[in-house]
């Protein structure tokens, strides 16, 4: 461990905080292909809000006192020789089909591929389907080397399990699956996230079980809430409301208070389909993880054709009509807008003509713009009307919106997250 150099590979909300820790221990590279990104924490500043930013500037100034140990940022291929431990941790997304696009993986694999020498070790934290590592990364590692798996170079594999916004389930906090491609390896693993853990480590028998363990964990998640959502569906044609279901039914001790809502974001929206398309290549069809999928992706068209059912009652026109949608990231008090499906409302609400105004404090404008070519407002016009006001997001800044006012000038209230007065609401989730 003393000799351990470490590069973390892809700078975002799961390579970040993980650079800043080790960087306090080790000597640590923290690399992205994306120069703007180096050079904005360069400057000490992180637009993901994830970092301990005074953690990440004392770990840079052990470097900078030092030259042995602490954290330095590069986007130099050339600089990853100096290490001999490499964690990559880019992104792993979906393609237009659902099936899963290891091009930043692979590419990742390729770059390390050139630079790696004997004796290193590749552990990945990407979200992948079981065998992955083995089966895809390696081969790509073995042909841009030149060295031989298991002999030369070896692997690791420790899914993230980052939470965007959540400052209690913090890195050092959580406990993490850890595994090897060796017996030996997996302790050299095993003992360098044990080193900056509190809580300590789950080693795995193999990588495989660690790639389906996280996969696993995210797809149950999704499947328990499109039970949810599909008992709001329901709960909606009844004509009650989901929230006082679950809590009727949550006075059983082992009812699990799971609620409906928008499923976005970088995990629990795509993992499932990793593990999906690892059960079709050997032949299965995983029926409920595909049917909660189909569930929890019809919900943002629900919110969108309820509210303009309720637009008509009230006697709004509908084509013309202006809709004002609070929040735009997937999840509340965080920037990150990965997957949200707050678009998909918006873009329907847009097919019927209707003009839809975007207001989140948290999201970045330009990132909005870049993906999903849609414009926020930078702030609300306290003088337009609205014949709709959607709650898609309930970070804290809503809380204390003035929904009163808009529903006494006739707006249609929609509440996503279940967070506004229900005397102001029309309709919610």
């Known amino acids: 461990m003393e000799n351990t150099k470490i590069a973390v590979i892809g700078l975002g909300y799961v390579g970040l905080p993980l650079a800043i820790e080790y960087g306090k221990k080790y000597r640590v590279i923290g690399f992205d292909i994306n120069k703007e990104r180096v050079a904005e924490l360069q400057r000490g500043e992180d637009k993901t809000l994830e970092a301990d930013l005074v953690g990440m500037r004392q770990a840079v100034e052990l470097f900078n006192s030092t030259g042995k140990v602490g954290l ?8 990853l020789r100096q290490v001999n431990t490499y964690i990559v941790t880019v992104p792993t997304p979906i393609d237009q089909f659902n099936n899963p696009d290891l ?31 083995e089966e895809d990364c390696v081969p790509v590692l073995e042909k841009f080397s030149g060295l031989h798996f298991n002999q030369d170079f070896f692997c690791g594999y420790s899914p993230e399990r980052i939470n965007p916004g959540d400052k209690i389930n913090t890195l050092t906090k959580i406990r993490k699956i850890t595994s090897g491609s060796t017996p030996e390896v997996a302790d050299k693993v095993d003992a360098l996230y044990n080193s900056i853990l509190e809580n300590g480590t789950h080693r795995a028998p193999n990588m495989k079980v660690a790639e389906a363990a996280k996969a696993v964990e995210n797809a149950q998640r999704d499947v328990n809430i499109s039970f949810m959502n599909e008992l709001a569906l329901i709960c909606d044609r009844v004509g009650i409301d989901t929230n006082d279901v679950i809590e009727a039914a949550g006075t059983k001790w082992n009812f699990l208070k799971y609620r409906p809502g928008l499923v976005g974001g970088h995990c629990i929206s795509v993992d499932p389909y990793y593990l999906a398309h690892k059960a079709k290549a050997l032949g299965y069809n995983p029926e409920v993880i595909l049917s909660g999928r189909r569930v929890n992706n019809s919900i943002a068209k629900f919110i969108a054709d309820k509210t303009l059912k309720l637009m008509i009652q009230h006697d709004h026109k509908i084509k013309g009509a202006n809709v004002l949608v609070l929040g735009v990231t997937f999840k509340e008090n965080c920037p990150d807008c990965r997957n949200t499906k707050v678009v998909d409302i918006c873009n329907e609400l847009k097919d019927f003509g209707c003009n839809v105004d975007i207001y989140d404090p948290w999201a970045d404008p330009q990132v909005v713009k870049h993906e999903y070519k849609a414009d926020l407002m930078p702030a609300i016009d306290p003088e337009k009307k609205y014949e709709a006001v959607i709650a898609c997001v309930a970070h804290d800044q809503f809380k204390t919106f003035d929904f009163e006012k808009y529903k006494n000038l006739g707006s249609v209230i929609f509440d996503v997250k279940g967070f506004v007065d229900r005397k102001w609401v029309d309709a919610r989730l």
């Open 72 to 79: 330095t940022f590069s986007s130099d291929t050339e600089e």
């Open 103 to 133: 091009t930043p993986l692979l590419k990742a694999s390729e770059m390390l591929g050139k630079v790696i020498k004997k004796g290193d070790i590749i552990i990945y934290e990407s979200t992948v389907y079981p065998g992955c590592t």
